[in-house]
């Protein structure tokens, strides 16, 4: 089965780590990254999608992506 993520969050080191951290558990990035001002917080935003092709198992609504 092939997973899909959208990783968003504030435009900080934190949000570099958790692309990072996905990437270390074997998720891939997808696409390039997007990167948005958000009024309403008054700062930037970013977001990343990953996919993880993952064998063996079907997919489930109810799996949380992060811990595949």
Request: aromatic share 8%; hydrophobic share 35%.
């Amino acid at each position: 089965m092939k997973l899909y993520r959208l990783l968003t969050g504030e435009d900080d080191a934190a949000f570099c780590h958790k692309v990072s951290l996905a990437l270390s558990r074997g998720w891939e990035l997808h696409g390039s990254p997007t990167y948005a001002f958000d009024a309403a917080s008054d700062k930037m935003r970013c977001g990343q999608a990953v996919i993880k092709t993952v064998e063996g198992k079907d997919y489930d609504p109810a799996m949380k992506l992060g811990e595949q």
